[in-house]
């Protein structure tokens, strides 16, 4: 056998082993659901491998495969200029020069990228399964989180969170949705123990810790719209918590109050969200997309400015566009017409699901609908504004889709009839 062969075995039994170590600690009923969707999980990821190397024949998954297995050359010819690297390119620019990505969010996935490498001999196939079942895991691990908090919708999380078409797809394989996906589920699972006061171990915090970290550094927007929501949510447990009964009535006043607060002081952790800029980035970002895009595939709204006003006036378009869309007649190719079906079953779930929005007050858990809620307006307005390429915008909505549709199904009389024994 030659070295990489050998290096191949050990990484499938590595995979295999910590595959099967997490699967004897789950219990019964959810154990009939961990192997269909690890396996879903890791093929998700080799199609999108096939698809890109052997169909478009370019894509970022190859420049990410590509540049890190420089990164990981250089790891074994060079490890002190490596890490130097690792810490700052600029040690380093010649090398930097090689690489085809240079942005800041891609050359931080490349070193992640070229670490994987270094593990895997360079194997395109085994550095995907490897990010899959890492982005399996969080997925695996919000989904105990909410079967616990939830029981009774257990099949609806695994519904939304381990098996969503598009969700398991482009959070799948050698692309940074893999890890920024993986960084938000974790944050919420975090999220959902904090509120109901179960106890989150320092390993825990240090893993929510790692996760703010690289899914900052991966996809910030999500991040940049995520922790206020949860950091406002988990402010209002606490509050409900404090002997304050008569001032109950006016939480959701005072969760609005709270998450402007903490939304402004976000607005100056990252430059694209300074309010000088914010309103600007989102302009050029568009420009950008409609320059470089086909008049077909492209959500186009009335004299879009970087104004608040134009903003606002283009919001609901954003929106309904954001979820919904592409529509089947605006379907161009076979990816376009999946997209485009799968908008189509959302849609009707959002129809199904209005109604229980009359009974929201009445539901213990109202904090955490609301939270949800907010993130998927926030986050789903500003990707479209900014982001008005039908492609690039299902991809990129993978932070918000996973929640939207367990939104959307619990409760929904469709699961119940498919599941009867889910009532």
């Known amino acids: 056998m030659t070295m990489n062969q050998i290096i191949l075995l050990l990484d499938v039994v590595l995979l295999a082993g910590a595959a099967i170590a997490i699967y004897r600690k789950e219990d019964p009923v959810q154990r009939r659901l961990y192997w269909p969707a690890l396996g879903v999980k890791i093929a998700a990821g080799a199609a999108l491998g096939v698809l890109f190397l052997y169909y478009y024949e370019l894509g970022d998954t190859i420049s990410y495969w590509q540049d890190g297995r420089k990164i990981a050359s250089l790891m074994t010819d060079d490890p002190r200029g490596a890490i130097a690297f690792f810490w700052d390119e600029s040690t380093n620019p010649d090398f930097a020069g090689t690489l085809s990505l240079q942005t800041a969010r891609s050359l931080f996935f490349v070193k992640i990228a070229g670490a994987v490498a270094l593990l895997t001999g360079g194997n395109y196939w085994m550095m995907s399964a490897f990010l899959s079942f890492v982005s399996f895991l969080a997925s695996w691990y919000l989904f105990r989180q909410i079967s616990n908090l939830f029981p009774q919708r257990r099949i609806e999380a695994a519904l939304a969170f381990l098996f969503f078409p598009s969700v398991v797809f482009w959070s799948s394989g050698l692309i940074k949705e893999s890890l920024g996906l993986a960084s938000l589920f974790v944050l919420a699972g975090i999220c959902i123990s904090v509120t109901q006061s179960r106890r989150v171990s320092f390993s825990g915090w240090l893993l929510a810790l790692i996760s703010v970290w690289v899914g900052w550094n991966l996809k910030y927007y999500w991040i940049g719209v995520f922790i206020p929501v949860a950091a406002t949510t988990l402010l209002m447990y606490r509050w409900k918590r404090l002997p304050w009964p008569a ?177």
């Open 247 to 423: 001032l109950v009535r006016y939480e959701m006043v005072v969760w609005i109050l709270v998450f402007l607060s903490l939304l402004l002081i976000a607005t100056g952790v990252h430059p694209n969200f300074y309010p000088s800029r914010f309103l600007d980035v989102i302009y050029q970002n568009n420009l950008e997309f409609m320059a470089l895009s086909d008049p077909q595939g492209v959500i186009h709204y009335h004299d879009l400015r970087p104004t608040v006003a134009s903003m606002l006036l283009n919001a609901p378009v954003a929106f309904v566009s954001g979820l919904f869309r592409p529509f089947i007649w605006e379907s161009a190719n076979l990816l376009s017409v999946v997209a485009a079906l799968e908008n189509l079953a959302v849609l009707a779930m959002v129809i199904f699901a209005l109604p229980s929005l009359l009974t929201l007050h009445r539901s213990t858990h109202r904090l955490l609908v609301v939270a949800m809620i907010v993130y998927i307006v926030l986050l789903t307005t500003f990707l479209a504004l900014s982001t008005p390429n039908f492609g690039t915008l299902s991809r990129y909505k993978v932070g918000l889709s996973p929640f939207l549709l367990f939104l959307c199904l619990s409760g929904n009389r469709l699961v119940h009839w498919v599941f009867p024994g889910n009532r």
